[in-house]
């Protein structure tokens, strides 16, 4: 069974808003791809979609704009080129290589975990706290930002049980951010 990975940047008080944290430098956009090549396949909620979809997807000319240097282009290769489901009960259809998800949320992602691969990456904000409240993550994976936000979007806001996880990697980047990685703990009798 492939594991399901949650992978989000957030400060240190624990705002999840894609601009909330440092810009991206060399080493945490070398991080996000590297993200991005070990999952076979993204599963996004509507808003995530639409946001990555506007940033990352290649245009149809083929070129990528002039903004993105080299390690900009390896990212948009990655996620351009991942397969992608879309959990979303408003959008009318999806393409870039993406299919929607509209039945239940738990046998859809169980069905997904049992297809042959390395993993699934999701991102975001809402679908990421259905998925935990359901234990449906396998890997939490966070890159803390030295910042302090002070408002914005946190992370897993309003889960109704406490996530015990144990640490399995961890990563100081010149920044001062943090890669840390976790798993849910081990029941122990």
Not at 9 to 18: E, V
Request: proline share 5%; aromatic share 8%.
């Amino acid at each position: 069974m492939r594991p399901l990975r949650y992978s989000i940047n957030i400060t240190l008080d624990g705002c999840c808003h894609h601009e909330a944290g440092l810009p991206p430098d060399d080493e945490s956009m070398r991080y996000w791809t590297t993200e991005m090549e070990r999952a076979d396949a993204l599963l996004f909620g509507r808003v995530t979609y639409e946001m990555m979809e506007s940033a990352w997807r290649r245009p149809s000319t083929g070129g990528w704009p002039d903004w993105m240097g080299e390690r900009e282009i390896a990212f948009a290769e990655a996620i351009d080129r991942a397969e992608k489901h879309v959990v979303s009960s408003t959008l009318g259809g999806v393409d870039w290589n993406a299919e929607l998800v509209r039945d239940d949320l738990a046998h859809a992602v169980q069905r997904l975990k049992q297809e042959p691969g390395e993993g699934l990456f999701v991102g975001g904000v809402t679908l990421p706290l259905a998925l935990a409240e359901l234990g449906l993550i396998d890997e939490y994976a966070f890159l803390v930002q030295p910042v302090i936000a002070g408002h914005g979007p946190t992370l897993l806001a309003g889960l109704r049980e406490r996530i015990q996880l144990e640490l399995v990697e961890r990563r100081e980047f010149r920044s001062g951010a943090v890669a840390l990685h976790y798993r849910p703990a081990r029941a122990t009798a």
